[in-house]
């Protein structure tokens, strides 16, 4: 055994928000074709991957402020699923021993932020590793994609310009200067992606306001973004916030599956005088600021508001509030 194989292998796993997303109509395999820009942000799981002590691969997930408060290993699926798809990946002559994953969750669950398919790209990623064997990112995102629509993302390294059902994946250009700073708030609500989809097909009340304007502000903003440009500097996106949070085609859908996430966005814009965005199909919404610390100072507002009760939000405990960054890496060693 190398060295390399018994210090354990550590990948950073990001949230994601959707600038955009555009939402065509469901296609024969069952899923909706999507014109999204996506952005990795600092928010992050930590997973680490050991040898196992055993002959099978296992789980342990901790959470909390103290990072160590147990959760079931049930609900994470994915980092396992994502090392079987890298054992699958780097074949037989490999010698692909069982793994001891430990996941370090900050990311909220079925929130929209993609956690559960960033684990899914780190374990196939860290496992890659943890085997002392190399796999393309395009091979990687492949093997990725039988396990989630948004985990091919991940093995972008930055922004990327989304398509298809979620396998079409172009990176874009990253932020120039400092990482624009990102406020989100997450009602205490788990949000099913598959229950939105069904509404937006099967309910007329979850009908986008203007599907032809959000996918004209994905499209430009993926151009924006584009090697054709110049760079784009956080302050260049905050001023385009007001047509990107508008421009999410499962808002209405959300909204009706969540009730209570229209009136708390709408609470929000009052507050911080900001466009409010959704990602995703929620119920996280976000807020574009300048720079990590604005990004801070709105968070403290909300929690303040929220402790003085002047703030309702959907869900019977407080919301998520985290302020991050948007980052130019999809996933880091840490
Ligand atoms: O691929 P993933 O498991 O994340 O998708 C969850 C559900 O969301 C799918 O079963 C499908 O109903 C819906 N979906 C969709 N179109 C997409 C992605 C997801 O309809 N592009």
Redesign the pocket.
């Known amino acids: 055994m190398t060295t390399e194989q018994l210090a354990p292998i550590v990948r950073l796993a990001p949230a994601k928000v959707n600038l955009t997303l555009s939402v065509a109509d ?1 296609q024969r395999d ?3 074709a ?1 014109h999204s820009v996506m952005v990795p942000l600092g928010l992050a799981d930590r997973l680490s991957l050991a040898r196992a002590a055993g002959r099978e691969d296992s789980l342990h997930v901790v959470t909390g402020t103290d990072g160590r408060t147990a959760l079931d290993p049930a609900g994470f699926g994915s980092v396992l699923a994502g090392i079987a798809a890298a054992r699958r990946l780097v074949g037989r002559g490999a010698d692909t021993f069982p793994l001891a994953a430990r996941l370090e969750k900050r990311i909220p669950i079925a929130a929209g932020l993609a956690g559960g ?1 960033s684990d899914a790209a780190a374990a196939i990623d860290g496992a890659v590793a943890a085997w002392g064997t190399t796999a393309t990112p395009g091979d990687a995102a492949r093997a990725g994609a039988e396990i ?3 985990v091919p993302f991940f093995f972008a390294g930055g922004p990327a310009l989304v398509e298809g ?2 396998e079409r994946v172009d990176p874009l250009r990253s932020f120039a200067g400092p990482p624009p700073g990102i406020l989100l708030v997450t009602p205490a609500v788990e949000v099913s ?2 229950a939105v ?2 509404a937006l097909d099967d309910d007329p009340r979850a009908a986008p306001a203007n599907r032809g304007s959000t996918r004209l502000t994905s499209e430009h903003l993926a151009a924006e973004l584009s090697p054709g440009y110049p760079p784009m500097r956080a302050d260049d996106l905050v001023v385009r916030a007001g047509v990107l949070a508008v421009a999410n085609d499962l808002a209405n859908a959300a909204d009706l599956l969540v009730p209570g996430l229209r009136a708390l966005r709408r609470a929000l814009v009052r507050l911080l005088g900001r466009p409010i965005g959704l990602t995703g199909s929620g119920p996280t919404l976000w807020a574009l600021y300048p720079s990590l610390e604005a990004a801070e100072e709105a968070a403290r507002r909300v929690r303040d508001e929220h402790a003085a009760d002047r703030l309702e939000s959907p869900g019977a405990r407080a919301p998520f509030v985290a302020a991050t960054t948007i980052e130019g890496q999809g996933r880091t060693s840490a």
């Open positions: 469901r069952g899923f909706h999507l398919s989630g629509s948004d059902r979620g992606t598959a989809f069904k």
